[in-house]
C-alpha cells in the first residue's frame, strides 16, 4: 500500500529565519520552527511520506540566486529529513518552470521542469499535482490521501486546486496524524 503523502511549505511553515530577520539571508540562516521535529516524526510513524513545495519568490525579484535557493531547499531538506522538494521561481503567464530536488544516498539531485500544461506557482496547483502523480504515480488518488500544510492563503488555494486537504501551519503542527481521518 502506497503511504499517504504531506506536503509542506517551507518558510514559515517548517523553517523561519535563524537571524531573525523577515526573510532568509543565505541557504543556512534556517532553524526549524519549534515543534517541527516532532510533527514530521508522527507522521512518519504513522507511514505518512513527506515532500516540500515552495514559490521561492526571492530569485524573480533577484533577492538570491538559482544557486543560493538550491542550497537553501537543500539545507531545509536536510534540517527536516525531507528527501523531495519541489520549488517554482518563475513567473511565466504560460507555465512557466519549476525544480524538483531529491537526495539520493548523499546526493542532491536538481531537476529542471518546464511545461506550457501546468502552471507551478501557488496558488496554482502545478507543485502540488506534481509532487502527488510522483508519489502515488497515478493521477487517480483519494483526497484523504495527501494533505498539503502551510501558512498563506495562496497555498491554501493550491490545495483547493490540486484537490488535497489543506492545514494551516500553526494546526499542522499540534495535530495528529490520526486526527485526520475526520477531515
Not at 4 to 11: E, G, H, Y
Not at 144 to 160: C, I, M, Q, V, W
Request: hydrophobic share 40%; aromatic share 8%; glycine share 6%.
Amino acid at each position: 500500500m502506497t503511504p499517504k503523502l504531506l506536503i509542506l511549505d517551507k518558510d514559515n511553515t517548517l523553517v523561519r529565519p535563524a537571524s531573525g530577520q523577515r526573510y532568509v539571508q543565505g541557504p543556512t540562516d534556517q532553524e526549524l520552527i519549534p515543534g517541527v521535529a516532532e510533527a514530521l516524526t508522527a507522521y512518519r510513524d504513522a507511514g505518512w511520506a513527506t515532500a516540500i513545495a515552495s514559490n521561492q519568490a526571492g530569485i524573480a525579484a533577484r533577492y538570491k540566486t538559482l544557486d543560493d535557493t538550491i542550497r537553501e531547499m537543500h539545507f531545509a531538506m536536510q534540517l527536516t529529513g525531507i528527501e523531495t522538494a519541489m520549488f517554482a521561481p518563475s513567473y511565466e503567464e504560460n507555465g512557466g518552470e519549476a525544480y524538483l530536488l531529491e537526495i539520493v544516498g548523499d546526493e542532491l539531485r536538481a531537476k529542471l521542469i518546464e511545461t506550457k500544461l501546468s502552471k507551478f506557482r501557488k496558488p496554482e496547483p502545478g507543485m502540488l499535482d506534481t509532487l502527488a502523480f510522483r508519489h502515488f504515480q497515478h493521477n487517480d488518488y483519494d483526497e484523504s490521501d495527501a494533505l498539503y500544510a502551510g501558512d498563506r492563503d495562496e497555498d491554501r488555494e493550491a490545495a483547493a486546486r490540486a484537490g488535497v486537504n489543506f492545514l494551516w501551519a500553526h494546526d499542522w503542527l499540534t495535530s495528529s496524524p490520526a486526527a485526520l481521518a475526520i477531515l
